[in-house]
């Protein structure tokens, strides 16, 4: 994602299955409970800049919040926030290698200031001390994702490439040509990296060892995918898509890499999702949408899924972090202001991504448990 976040909504409990080949039905209205899911809790976040992706560290017990030029550090045993990483200039999100210690941060500029040059900045996540920043071969750095099968870290960019950083030494490895704006990606652990390309609706395949795309395919009926999540061990990668359903509201696709075809369509609640996360103890995918709630997906097979509901969550909470010990949801929001008006030649992310001023006092972490 860009630095977007608003949208407006409706949408709860319903249960669909829906294959590929059909449309996608209307999606259910939200709930305030869903398969146990509910808002337990907001914490109050500082609120200067935009925000971007969550993180997760199950092992170190903490949720990352990308936060203008900081990362926000929380406890998930208190939900207070407990530290920040910073400089990150421009931060958009975080991974975790528990193979070696590091962390890393998804930065669209750098502490020296220069001109569309990003990096990314390592650490410690025990210590959350801050190790080097790594400046990049490539400017306009988004996403970020680690692939255990290569060690590396991935940033992905709108600008049809994508860098990878070695996660031991912090070393760039290479930069990886892309065919459109890479959006989301999800690794499938043993040397495949599956990125959508948001402005074509397809994803590809790339080699995370020799660094290059190796298959491309279509998502129709999915247009403008955004969040990617992958069930390693079903082999099936989760979709959440801006357009393609009735009304050209927003679906999920479930996708088979193997055999390079979309296996189900899935209504989501909305057009404004970000973030797809996928717990595999609970065999549930979660889509989290703008509009103000979280679509809950359960997987029945690999070619089966249901549709448990909607969860209500709050206006503009976009982006979703999934802690799978805990089974607990996390997400970010904040009011604003009217939005500026826009030009006559607004392309449609800017029309999609507009806002006005955040209000003061409004960021918050949202919690939303199970149970």
């Known amino acids: 994602m860009r630095h977007g976040i608003l949208m407006t909504a409706s949408v709860v409990a319903g249960v669909f299955v829906c294959l590929a080949a ?57 939900n207070q926030v407990v530290g920040k990483l910073s400089p990150t200039p421009g931060s958009h999100g975080v991974v975790i290698s528990q193979k070696d210690g590091h962390g890393f941060t998804s930065d669209s500029g750098n502490s020296s200031g220069q001109q569309g040059v990003s990096s990314f900045t390592e650490f410690d996540p025990k210590t959350l001390a801050i190790i080097k920043q790594v400046i990049l071969p490539i400017g306009g750095s988004d996403g970020i994702v680690y692939d255990p099968a290569s060690d590396r870290v991935f940033g992905l960019t709108h600008r049809k490439k994508d860098v990878a950083v070695d996660a031991a030494t912090g070393d760039v490895a290479g930069v990886v040509d892309i065919p459109g704006a890479a959006e989301s990606a999800a690794a499938d652990g043993s040397g495949h990296l599956y990125n959508v390309m948001e402005d074509l609706s397809t994803i590809v395949d790339i080699d995370t060892h020799a660094l290059k795309v190796v298959n491309q395919w279509p998502l129709a009926p999915c247009e403008g995918p955004s969040g990617v999540a992958m069930d390693t061990e079903t082999r099936r990668i989760f979709i959440g898509c801006h357009g393609g359903g009735e009304n050209n509201s927003g679906v999920m696709v479930v996708f088979d890499p193997d055999a390079g075809k979309v296996v189900a369509t899935l209504p989501i609640g909305g057009r404004g999702n970000d973030a797809v996360r996928f717990d595999p103890g609970a065999k549930l995918a979660f889509a989290s949408e703008g509009e103000g709630n979280i679509t809950i997906v359960h997987e029945d097979s690999p070619d089966k899924f249901t549709v448990l509901g909607n969860v209500k969550t709050v206006q503009g909470a976009r982006t979703m972090e999934c802690d799978t010990s805990t089974h607990t949801l996390y997400s970010v929001t904040a009011q604003f202001g009217p939005p500026p008006p826009l030009g006559p030649n607004a392309t449609e992310r800017e029309r999609r991504f507009r806002r006005g001023p955040m209000i003061p006092g409004s960021f918050e972490l949202l919690v939303i448990p199970n149970h």
């Open 22 to 78: 059909q449309e996608a039905p209307a999606p259910p209205p939200m709930s305030d409970k869903v398969d146990g899911y509910h808002l337990a809790t907001t914490v109050p976040l500082p609120d200067t800049g935009f925000w971007d992706y969550l993180g997760i560290d199950e092992a170190n017990h903490h949720v990352f919040v990308s936060h203008s030029d900081e990362i926000l550090v929380i406890s998930t045993d208190t």
